[in-house]
């Protein structure tokens, strides 16, 4: 019998919400170091200081073991050029398995070339469906699962999302949710909300915070690459910081494409303060003091429903539906009069008191871990 070797575990990161999921899975592995070496591989997908460094120094993700600096490009150059540059590093590496989390471009391409090397696939938030393919990421997410051997779910319709596509149920385990393990080991750490405000509205903060204000993000192609489309959002929120003040901290991909269609003036409010990306802490901050959220970013879904903070998804679909059923998420779509009496619904709402969801306790990642070094021995 082959003497029992250490685990060796590949980890992926590439794009900003990535970066808050590994960082407690992370944390587990080194509890287990004794049986367990982890190596981080950073793709490169985000690589501003904004969307990446600050993410790493504030969360105390130990630095990337390599590095591929694939960096931006269509989807098609962007998975590709993540594809050739791991390949290699799966060569040198010859690790046990892959761990994968989420769906964005660097997570399908990095369980494809696994997969293909015979290298088991682990995917953490597995199961997740739209059911919309014009999202990218519901691309990604169909893939990923399709390749992986060990699914660690967030929330029960992906299991049955998963068995309707053929995933044997023995394969899948309800961990929890790795992004709120995060959120509840910084929330005390968290920037208070009128730190980051001063710095934008000045000696408005005081007010914004007391009276309340709307946090907003948004980035998602189907919003913000279609010039009427994104003037009509705009219009509405820009509408909207009459009756509340509007904090709006932008993806880089919104500031240009706000740009390319001439859109900015429609911001120009006294009402609405513009920042670039924000850290973890300082976002963390807005949120946990927000009056309503408006977004359509994932994770902002689920991170409310954690806080108790209604949240308006600017979208037609959720990937996250227990945010619905279990939350504070709404979907209020595109539609100018279902994002107005979104908004007067929320001013209405007290803070939700509500149980979080199912195994939302911050354990995710220890469960995953203790888990996937029982699983992986096992098929040494
Ligand atoms: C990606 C993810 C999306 C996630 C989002 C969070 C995919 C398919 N999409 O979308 O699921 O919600 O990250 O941010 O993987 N850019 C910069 N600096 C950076 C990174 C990007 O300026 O550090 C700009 C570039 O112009 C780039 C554009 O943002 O072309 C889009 O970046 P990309 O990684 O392709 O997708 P995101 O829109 O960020």
């Not at 600096?69 to 590093?89: D, I, K, N, Y």
């Not at 005081?206 to 946090?215: A, D, M, R, T």
Request: proline share 5%.
């Amino acid at each position: 019998m082959r003497a029992k070797t250490k685990l060796r575990i590949v980890c992926v990161v590439g794009a900003r919400p990535n970066f808050m999921k590994i960082m407690p899975i992370m944390k587990a592995f080194a509890e287990r170091a004794p049986e367990v070496e982890v190596r981080l591989v950073h793709t490169g997908q985000h690589y501003d200081v904004d969307m990446n460094d600050r993410f790493f120094g504030q969360l105390g993700i130990p630095a990337p073991d390599v590095s591929l600096e694939v960096g931006s490009g269509t989807h098609a150059q962007q998975t590709a050029e993540v594809m050739v540059r791991f390949e290699p590093v799966i060569d040198e590496c010859r690790p046990d398995a892959v761990l994968v989390v989420g769906d964005v471009n660097s997570t399908l391409a990095c369980a494809l070339v696994a997969a293909k090397k015979g290298v088991r696939v682990v995917h953490v938030e597995a199961g997740l469906r739209s059911r919309d393919r014009t999202m990218p990421e519901e691309i990604n997410r169909i893939l990923t699962d399709q390749l992986s051997d060990r699914l660690y779910i967030t929330e029960d319709d992906a299991l049955a999302n998963l068995a309707s596509e053929g995933i044997a149920s023995d394969k899948v385990m309800h961990a929890g949710n790795v992004m709120i393990d995060t959120l509840l080991a910084n929330r005390a750490r968290a920037v208070p909300a009128i730190e980051t405000l001063t710095s934008i509205v000045g000696a408005n903060a005081q007010e914004w915070v007391e009276q309340g204000f709307g946090l907003l993000t948004m980035h998602r192609p189907s919003n913000v690459d279609d010039p009427a489309v994104l003037e009509t959002l705009l219009g509405v929120l820009a509408e909207a910081s009459d009756t509340l003040p509007i904090v709006f901290p932008m993806h880089p991909r919104t500031r240009s494409k706000i740009a390319e269609f001439g859109l900015d003036r429609m911001l120009d409010r006294p009402r609405i303060a513009l920042l670039g990306p924000l850290g973890y802490l300082e976002m963390l901050g807005l949120t946990c003091a927000a009056r309503v959220v408006l977004t359509d970013s994932g994770g902002l879904q689920e991170e409310t429903t954690a806080l108790g903070v209604p949240c308006l998804t600017l979208r037609e679909n959720t990937e996250r539906p227990v945010t619905i059923h279990e939350g504070t998420n709404r979907l209020v779509g595109r539609d100018p009069e279902a994002i107005r009496e979104g908004i007067r619904i929320a001013l209405m709402q007290d803070r939700s008191t509500a149980a979080r969801p199912h195994n939302w306790d911050g354990c995710a990642s220890q469960r995953i871990v203790e888990d996937l070094v029982a699983w992986a021995s096992a098929g040494q």
